[in-house]
C-alpha cells in the first residue's frame, strides 16, 4: 500500500537557524498538507497546498513558514529562522481530494524537530 | 469553525474488555468524521471514517464507530480489546461537502493502555 515518507524522523537545530522539512506524498495525490503536535498538545494544522499554491494557512503559518514542491515528487516545509517553540511533531499528509468519497488525508510518519 | 472534544484522555483496559471511547464536534454543517490511531513509535493511521449514509460505521481490527447527529457524537467501539490496540486515538472532522482540500481538525487524543 502507498506510503507518504518523511525525511529526516528526527532533526536537532540551533535558535535562528533554518530548517527544510521533506514529505513524500503518495504519487497520485494532488493535495498536500503539514501539521504540527507539540509535545502534549494535538495535532494542529499548517498549511495545506494544491497545484501549486497555498489553499488555506493557520495562524500558525507566519512569514517563518514557506512550502514548496521543488519537483514532481517532494512536498518540504521551510522554517527560516526557528525559534524555541518549533520544536514539535510535523506531520505532512497528502489526499487525492476532488470531492467526496476521496478526500481522506493519509499522514507521514512525521519529523520530530528539535529546537535547542 | 469546526472543534472536536475527546474526553477520555487515557484509558486503562484490560484484555477482552469492551471499549467506547468518546468523541464530540461543534460545527455548523456537515461534516466528514474520522477516528486515527497512532500506535507506539508508528505514524498516524485511519481506523475508519463517515462521510454519509449508515451512521454506524465499520472499520478495520474490528472498530466501529457512530455518527448520531442530534448529539454531535462519533463515538468508537470495540467490543474486545486486545493488547495491540494500546495506542493513541484521535478522532477527527473535516468540513463536509467541500471537496478538494480540507483541514483536519482534530481532537487532543485519548491515549488506550491494555493490560494483558
Known amino acids: 500500500e502507498p506510503e507518504v515518507t518523511q525525511t529526516p524522523s528526527h532533526q536537532v537545530t540551533q535558535m535562528g537557524q533554518e530548517v527544510i522539512l521533506r514529505c513524500v506524498p503518495i504519487?497520485?495525490?494532488?493535495?498536500f498538507y503539514w501539521y504540527r503536535q507539540i509535545l502534549g498538545q494535538k495535532v494542529e494544522f499548517l498549511v495545506s497546498?494544491?497545484?501549486?499554491?497555498?489553499?488555506?494557512k493557520s495562524e500558525i503559518f507566519d512569514d517563518q513558514f514557506s512550502v514548496e514542491r521543488p519537483d514532481g515528487s517532494n512536498f518540504t516545509l521551510k522554517i527560516r529562522s526557528t525559534k524555541l517553540e518549533d520544536s514539535a511533531m510535523y506531520f505532512c499528509?497528502?489526499?487525492?481530494?476532488?470531492?467526496?468519497?476521496?478526500?481522506?488525508?493519509?499522514f507521514g510518519p512525521g519529523t520530530r524537530l528539535t529546537v535547542l | 469553525a469546526q472543534s472536536v472534544s475527546q474526553h477520555n484522555h487515557h484509558v486503562i483496559l484490560s484484555e477482552a474488555a469492551s471499549l467506547e471511547l468518546g468523541c464530540n464536534y461543534s460545527?455548523?454543517?456537515?461534516?466528514?468524521l474520522f477516528w486515527y490511531v497512532q500506535y507506539p513509535g508508528q505514524h498516524l493511521q485511519l481506523l475508519l471514517k463517515?462521510?454519509?449514509?449508515?451512521?454506524l460505521v465499520k472499520g478495520i481490527k474490528g472498530f466501529e464507530a457512530e455518527f448520531i447527529k442530534s448529539k454531535f457524537s462519533f463515538n468508537l467501539r470495540k467490543p474486545s480489546v486486545q493488547w495491540s490496540d494500546t495506542a493513541e486515538y484521535f478522532c477527527?472532522?473535516?468540513?463536509?461537502?467541500?471537496?478538494?482540500?480540507?483541514?483536519?481538525?482534530f481532537g487532543t487524543g485519548t491515549k488506550l493502555q491494555v493490560i494483558p
Open positions: 499528509a497528502s489526499s487525492l481530494g476532488g470531492g467526496f468519497g476521496t478526500d481522506t488525508q493519509y
Open positions: 463517515y462521510f454519509s449514509g449508515d451512521p
Open positions: 460545527y455548523g454543517g456537515t461534516v466528514n
Open positions: 477527527a472532522v473535516t468540513p463536509g461537502n467541500s471537496g478538494g482540500y480540507q483541514k483536519v481538525t
Open positions: 497546498f494544491y497545484n501549486n499554491e497555498i489553499s488555506e
Open positions: 504519487s497520485n495525490h494532488l493535495y
